[in-house]
Nanobody, 125 residues
């Protein structure tokens, strides 16, 4: 049974850092591209970052470029999101998801089949 479990969220002050993890099980993790999304209250779910199965390509939303870094360890079936210089606008529930094979637009949630339960990130002083 495919499962994605996010962790690493929490409360952090503006300017701080967090590292999120997405642990996968129940499928051939190394075959799938993975993305991080986030959803703030009253807002649509938005794509944050994306990584291909072999880490060849990574993409970022303009709002996080230069501050967030996505990576993966296929040996550990885990994807990471290192988040630096956090601002209150980064406050949201963060989700990881597996992209449907053959799908194109990385930031469209409709192109993703399986989702984790999410981890809350709150940036506040």
């Amino acid at each position: 049974q495919l499962q994605l479990v996010e962790s690493g969220g929490g409360l952090v002050q503006p300017g701080g850092s967090l590292r999120l993890s997405c642990a996968a099980s129940g499928f051939t993790f190394y075959s799938y591209a993975i993305a991080w999304f986030r959803q703030a209250p009253g807002k649509e779910r938005e794509g944050v970052s994306f990584i291909t199965s072999s880490s060849t390509w990574t993409y970022y939303a303009d709002s996080v470029k230069g501050r967030f870094t996505i990576s993966r360890n296929n040996g550990k079936n885990t994807v990471y999101l290192q988040m630096n210089s956090l601002t209150p606008e980064d406050t949201a529930v963060y989700y990881c998801a597996t992209r449907r094979p053959g799908a194109t637009t990385w930031y469209d949630p409709l192109n993703y089949d399986s989702w984790g339960q999410g981890t809350q990130v709150t940036v506040s002083s």
